[in-house]
């Protein structure tokens, strides 16, 4: 929305038709996402091979990877895991988001999101599907859809950000889980938190420092 593409009130019906429906792609209690800590993706990846069901859905910090899918599938994989001294934390999450069992949610969507008008964004809009900025609207649409069955790719993300001479990060919203993500990833950037009034000072008088 900040950017322009979408209109505030097509955003918002869009966000809560994507949750309904990606609620309704798998009846409650038969999935599962866990987050992997202290395993680089490359060993996650190898013990998911030949394991049907389980899929990687986020790439959140060098060594912090969700998994998610079918639960027995995501609870054979934790065993697996732990077995390469990983440690492994399941989500309290209603459904396997990010997987392809959220194709129905994708196809569902697709008839709301056709109908949508689209403008080119004010400036690049980064894809959790491609790591990326993009700025075409057609090809944000189809990221749009896309990246409901595709992993986050929040680490490539990052990294594509500092080579292009991105330094500071300013994360808006509650919490501060994006800002210890880039501090895990990014040993160079500078990461703020924006929660209140007090915090959006202080990162003001960062930005004029």
Sequence with gaps: MAAGTLELEDALRLVRLRGRY????????????AAVLKLPL????????????????NLNAPEQTVISGRR?????????LKERRARVVFLPV???FHSSLMAPA??????????????RPR???????????EEDPERIRALLLEQITAPVRWVEILRDMEARGVKRFLEFGS??????LVSRTLKEAQALSVQD?????????????
């Excluded at 027995?72 to 697996?80: D, L, N, S, T």
């Excluded at 400036?123 to 900025?133: E, G, K, L, Q």
Aim: proline share 7%; no cysteine; charged share 35%.
């Design 22 to 33: 990606m609620q309704e792609a798998v009846p409650v209690g038969e999935g599962a996402m």
């Design 42 to 57: 490359e060993e996650i990846q190898k013990v998911l091979e030949g394991l049907e069901g389980v899929e990687i859905a």
């Design 72 to 80: 027995q599938a995501v609870e054979e994989a934790a065993e697996r």
């Design 94 to 96: 209603s459904a396997p």
């Design 106 to 119: 994708r196809k569902r969507l697709a008839e709301d999101l056709a109908r949508v008008p689209l403008k």
């Design 123 to 133: 400036f690049p809009v980064y894809s959790n599907v491609t790591a990326r900025p």
């Design 175 to 180: 919490g501060e889980v994006l800002k210890g």
């Design 197 to 209: 009034p007090d915090s959006l000072k202080k990162a003001l008088e960062v930005e004029r420092a």
